[in-house]
């Protein structure tokens, strides 16, 4: 079952089938696959409709098999609830690993795409920072399930004091550019294209899913995937990379209604966003296990490509271990600025995010919904007058009859435009904003991680006063946190450089279509003016 | 205390303080001078808010002198429900007629327009036919308080049976067009212009009330009337031709609020539609009571030409004897035939103009609040955006950055282009159609004074047989009622051809501005879009 908080009162439009809330009051989910930013809610007295998504968090809970843990491990300084699943605490617990592989082993047959199972449905977790969170279309933060009780959450110590890696053949250096410090990026860029969605099927048709035709612009050689494959690649990115960069969520997976080929062709359009974000990273990008992913040949080097990813211990903030900047080292003050001020930037901009999907949202409704009911009524009544003129045999007024049809059928049309047009270009908008929500709310726990680190190395000033900790650990803290910032820094101007690209090109093609938008429907009624003679 | 019947469901939309109602719930009115369209009502559960003005049927009810009188008159054959006034009883009951003119006289002075009594709120009465009714911005049939018993209602043997006028100086000849039967229209056709409000006192400054200048085309001499001028002339109008030519109500008399100026220019604004109407009105125009109004020099003259007025005897159904058509007698059967015609059209004509008001007062309420609204949300979002990002320190956003601002800056504009486009377009195809909705309302009680006649020609057929009517009588009646069809017919006439003219220049202007808005929204966006520089 699934509940949610309101977090803002919201107003039912009449005649809308939408459902009145105010803040703090809980619902009960009945439908998350309604579309177009919308929930189909029930509230405490059993009535039930239509609210904004934005307006809720939504919280999933396992009847069984989820324990709400707070700080168990001696790390978790920041005294985080932490929802975890049954394997994770079976590995804090010292519990056998092997049991946690069987239980994804059984899980995995349940992940075709045609098949009921509500995995998101049953895992998903809406984490209280506020920030992170589901986009309008879908993708939310989720918790990986076979990750390392390490492997995300702030716990930077595993980096701060570890010892060094072992082999950096995948050591991430990072350079300074006018901007200041950015990865290397790879000189053709990578970038695939996500086509030909197909229905197959296994186990002698009882199962069916959709597979993609991934087609990578490096090889030119398309590969086939479900679903369930990309999902497996999130979640191995998120392991490797989540306590560094912004691994975005996938589209939500739903169960398949009415509108499949609607839903596919959405699917798809949102896959290929995701992917083609992935490819534009440099550090993602140029990993293992995306390369695998692109490389995919045949069912057995693809199961044996995943277990060895699965095996792959560079995951978590150990990550970090990999950066090799080429500047100076920074001192702990600087990051923390740093830190400081990406956190209330990245902050700002998932507020600024929200608000426009928000008012997006209620455009979107008015647009599809009682504006164009009121543009028809209009023309309607246009077309009912001429019908009644007609009717009153006096002669020689068949010019404005004429002509009053005709206004009355282009307001019809007009109608029918601006039903039409959200899905034309405020679609983008939202779309892009969607990403970026997405994106941002990845960012409280990489910041998080980075202010733990911050939090460390200040205690280990104390700690070297206090001859607990060697002169020559405080030097090592003090490089690595200078790595963090540095990837920290390079990872904002990779978003930064991503953010100004994404929102000219979004911002250009809205007002391109709602140019057009315009003009058509100021043409329609230049003509519909010409009709009237003047008198 | 002003009450209203529901006629129709209304769901108030939220945030804008209106009221919810249901058909067939009874209202109190608390305003009806908010304007738009609207009034503010209260429930019988307390509630209140704004409805619109044309879901209610307002029926005022004076708490004391009004009488319901149910058929008083033998003549009244249709039984209808008539509220009539003391004064009205008074007369029918053979009280003496000064005592009426003298209360005449004491509301006299209550008619400034600066005075809080409300004449209107008190005497106003909607009648149960439904067409008739009171128009958008105010105008409704009312009920003239000083007319004899005859001079309204379906009383048609006055006419039919009566002596034929001593002089016929004022008489109506009917020419045979190409149309069909016409008035005859003036060479130069008269008009006038209402300007110049000045704000006069009297009674050492006591009362203050409203002056216009009136210049007509023929003299081009200016003349003054205060609104309570007006009102003396729309009641003999009312008098004389009421039961043979529409004659529109004038703007409520109000009471004036905060908004005093644009109230007097509304008002200015419906007095010369009014004007022009009458002006354009054969019969009317060339009425010795209006030419007077034309030719107020000073207030005695005005006065002796009041009394003259006042005393005219050729008012009511008996108008009809002046009626001097050109063409052939017409027969009772082809009589009846047009008159079920022209019910029929004014009918339907009724209820599609009424819809084109709802319609178009919804539209209004919309495009003044909700949608510009939206507009400026999604305006600010992006301005608020553009903030966010500027605050980035990225260096080279400044393009992306002052486009945003600029896209912000346009949606705010286009908001406020909303708000304002009603004042622009809608208000002038919902004024023709108020106006009209005015004149159709007049058209029921025409078409019942004809339908009676009908009648007692058809029950004079019997008489005839019986007896008791002599056949020259009933020639007589023929005739007559021959020339209430040619009557008829000529206004018809003249209401198609105004309404041709009418509705082809309102549906012009609209379309205009229309093409105005939306080329004007969609120049800005253009220049909008110039701002972002093609990556």
């Not at 809610?41 to 009847?63: F, K």
């Not at 394997?87 to 082993?105: C, M, P, Q, R, Y």
Request: charge should be negative.
């Amino acid at each position: 079952m699934s509940i949610a908080q309101v977090l803002y009162n919201f107003t039912a439009e009449p005649g809308n089938n939408e459902l009145s809330v105010r803040e703090g009051e809980t619902l009960t989910i009945l439908n998350r696959t309604v579309g177009g930013g919308w929930i189909e809610a029930q509230n405490s007295r059993g009535q039930t409709g239509l609210v904004p998504e934005d307006y809720l968090q939504v919280s999933t809970v396992r009847s069984v098999g989820w324990f709400c843990v707070q700080s168990v491990t001696e790390s978790n300084e920041l005294g985080d609830v932490i929802y975890m699943d049954k394997a994770a605490v079976k590995i804090i617990f010292n519990l056998s690993a092997e049991a946690v592989e069987d239980d994804d082993g059984e899980w995995d047959d349940d992940w075709d795409d045609q098949s009921v199972s509500s995995y998101h449905g049953n895992n998903q977790v809406d984490e209280d920072t506020g920030a992170s969170g589901r986009s309008t279309y879908g993708p939310s933060v989720k918790i990986s399930r076979n990750k390392f009780p390490f492997s995300k959450g702030p716990n930077p110590e595993v980096f701060l004091l570890a010892k060094p890696p072992s082999n950096s053949r995948d050591r991430l250096p990072v350079y300074m550019a006018e901007v200041g410090p950015v990865w290397l990026y790879p000189t053709s860029p990578l970038d695939c294209v996500i086509a030909d969605p197909k229905k197959e099927s296994k186990l002698y048709g009882l199962k069916s899913f959709i597979e993609y035709q991934v087609t990578p612009n490096t090889t030119n050689r398309p590969v086939n995937h479900r679903y369930k494959h990309f999902d497996w690649l999130y979640e191995r990115l998120m392991a490797k990379f989540g306590s560094a960069l912004p691994i975005p969520s996938l589209p939500d997976k739903q169960v398949t209604g009415r509108f499949e080929e609607d839903f596919i062709r959405m699917r798809m359009e949102q896959l290929q966003a995701w992917m083609s974000r992935m490819c534009r990273h440099p550090v993602v990008s140029q990993s293992e296990v995306f390369q695998l992913f692109l490389a995919y040949k045949d069912e057995k080097e693809w199961k044996a490509g995943k277990r060895t990813a699965e095996k792959d211990e560079m995951v978590g903030p150990i990550i970090f271990s990999l950066i090799e900047p080429e500047a100076a080292e920074l001192d702990a003050a600087q990051v923390e600025h740093r830190c400081e001020h990406y956190s209330r930037f990245t902050k700002s901009m998932d507020e600024g995010v929200r608000e426009l999907l928000n008012v997006g949202h209620t455009h979107w409704k008015r647009c599809t919904g009682p504006l164009p009911k009121e543009y028809e009524r209009i023309g309607r009544a246009f077309r009912n007058l001429s019908t009644v003129f007609n009717s009153s045999k006096y002669p020689g007024e068949e010019t404005l009859t004429d002509a009053l049809t005709a206004a009355g059928k282009t307001y019809e049309e007009i109608a029918h435009i601006i039903k039409q047009q959200p899905q034309n270009d405020l679609h983008f908008l939202l779309e892009t904003n969607s990403e970026y929500k997405g994106l941002l709310g990845c960012f409280p726990e990489i910041i998080a991680v980075h202010k733990a680190a911050v939090e460390k190395v200040k205690e280990a000033e104390r700690l070297v006063s206090a001859g607990k900790i060697s002169n020559s650990d405080r030097k090592c803290m003090n490089h690595r946190i200078s790595c963090m910032s540095y990837s920290l820094q390079a990872e904002m101007n990779h978003f930064h450089s991503n953010r100004i690209y994404d929102y000219t090109r979004v911002m250009q093609l809205y007002l391109e279509r709602q140019v057009i938008f315009y003009q058509q429907i100021a043409d329609k009624l230049r003509a519909a003016l010409s009709q009237f003679t003047t008198l």
